[in-house]
């Protein structure tokens, strides 16, 4: 299990820095940033933050996602990433903080999605905000090791994957997104991810 520490930290700059992201043309898109980021379990063993979106949301509600949102005009993703982390989970980091970016992810409801990954610390005090974010989590990083297994979906066979946690599973693009954060960051492989589409429930 992978420890929070300067070793690991040493270990996700030298993968993202040699990492060849892919960006996407927004095409009419809408650019948006999520944060991807890295902290302190209680035991000190790295983990990654998850939240549960607010049950009154327009879109999306209650499904899993990593803090994230609208990157505004003349807004980097990596100010973006940071500002929503921030605003969901009150978690205030800086540019400093800021390890690299993995694969635009492109989204069924029109987005074209930067993840940014954080170097969160021991991120003491998180609150959620109840607008938008009805819980927080701590998983251990090392549950997203091991293999992928991709499911093929209604009469159009639609390639989603499903990451079982939290005593449910996560779909994509947050499923993708943390399977490439493993395998980018962590383990030092070029894994691509965008060609994983969303399960039918979270665009129809």
Do not use: K
Request: hydrophobic share 45%; net charge neutral; charged share 25%.
């Amino acid at each position: 299990m992978p420890r929070f520490d300067a070793a690991l930290r040493s270990r996700l700059d030298a993968n993202l820095a040699g990492f060849r992201r892919r960006a996407l043309p927004l095409e009419g898109r809408r650019h948006a940033a999520v944060a991807a980021t890295l902290v302190c379990g209680e035991a000190g063993e790295a983990c990654f933050l998850i939240t549960r979106r607010a049950s009154g949301l327009r879109r999306h509600s209650g499904q899993w996602a990593l803090p994230g949102g609208r990157v505004d005009p003349g807004e980097t993703p990596e100010a973006a990433a940071l500002r929503e982390l921030a605003e969901e989970v009150a978690l205030v980091r800086r540019s400093e903080h800021v390890l690299g970016s993995l694969d635009d992810y492109p989204t069924r409801s029109g987005f074209v999605m930067t993840p940014v990954v954080v170097w969160g610390g021991d991120a003491e005090g998180l609150v959620p905000d109840p607008e938008e974010v009805a819980s927080i989590h701590r998983v251990p990083l090392a549950q997203l090791e091991g293999p992928l297994h991709p499911v093929r979906e209604g009469e159009r066979e639609l390639v989603t994957i499903a990451m079982p946690m939290l005593g449910t599973h996560v779909h994509a693009p947050t499923a993708a997104i943390l399977h490439q954060l493993w395998e980018v960051a962590v383990a030092g492989r070029a894994t691509r991810v965008a060609h994983f589409d969303q399960p039918a429930f979270a665009w129809r």
